[in-house]
């Protein structure tokens, strides 16, 4: 299995505050994505990365913002929590040839008070 | 992206087959099939991939016909661990980041 962690696991924050989640894999893989899971909305994309500093929106990117300045960390942060961004996040690599082999993270699950 | 149609939920027993199916009308010709896997509190795993006929792996087989408009994922011999939301996904290889979960199928397996 591909090493993929996600800190923290849980966490619990106050509208406004800054919040950063972290993505660490071990297997040099080139794609790594940001997703979010909701009641009634599945899976969708925040940000993916295609490498070292190269990064790109998804579907639902607005109050995020992602950074990778290595190969094995993918960092996303919510600028200023809102109630919204309550969700669990997953974080995936790309395993396969193509784009629909990957191979997601435990997940974080952020509620925003 | 080809749009994807799943039954929501279905129910079963242990030691049965069970067959989940698809329907994707609109599917490309550069489309691929890919099925996940998605168990409560974890994140969803990849089991199966293909493009067309059939293909197996040591967890699931995929049947897809020859119009390509369907497809149907086949779990041999299901056990209670196998409950778990099925996710039927299509799309290029190619693509950089298009993965689109629908809601998925709900299988519950019961003793």
């Known amino acids: 299995d591909a090493g993929i962690t996600q800190s923290p696991r849980h966490k619990v924050t106050e509208t406004g505050t800054p919040v950063t989640l972290r993505c660490h894999q071990t297997e040099n893989h080139r794609y790594m994505y940001w997703y979010r899971q909701d009641p009634g909305h599945g899976l969708r994309l925040i940000h993916y990365?295609?490498?070292?500093?190269?990064?790109d929106k998804g579907e639902v990117s607005d109050g995020y913002s992602v950074s990778r300045s290595k190969t094995e960390d993918f960092l996303l942060t919510l600028e200023s929590a809102t109630s919204s961004q309550t969700s669990v996040y997953f974080c995936?690599?790309?395993?396969?040839?193509?784009?629909?082999?990957?191979?997601f993270g435990p997940g974080t699950r952020l509620t925003v008070t | 992206l080809a749009k994807t149609t799943q039954p929501i939920s279905m129910d079963s027993y242990e030691g049965q087959e069970v067959n989940i199916t698809c329907s994707h009308n609109n599917i490309a010709t550069n489309d691929y099939i890919t099925w996940y896997q998605q168990f409560p509190s974890q994140g969803p795993r990849f089991i199966i991939q293909?493009?067309?006929t059939k293909v197996t792996n040591e967890v699931a087989s995929l049947f897809i016909p020859a119009d390509r408009k369907s497809s149907t994922l086949s779990l041999p011999r299901v056990s209670l661990s196998d409950t778990a939301v099925y996710y039927c996904l299509v799309g290029r290889m190619d693509s950089s980041y298009k993965l689109i979960f629908g809601s998925g199928t709900r299988l519950l397996v019961r003793p």
């Open positions: 990365s295609y490498g070292v500093k190269d990064t």
């Open positions: 293909g493009y067309k």
């Open positions: 995936a690599i790309r395993i396969g040839q193509g784009a629909q082999e990957q191979y």
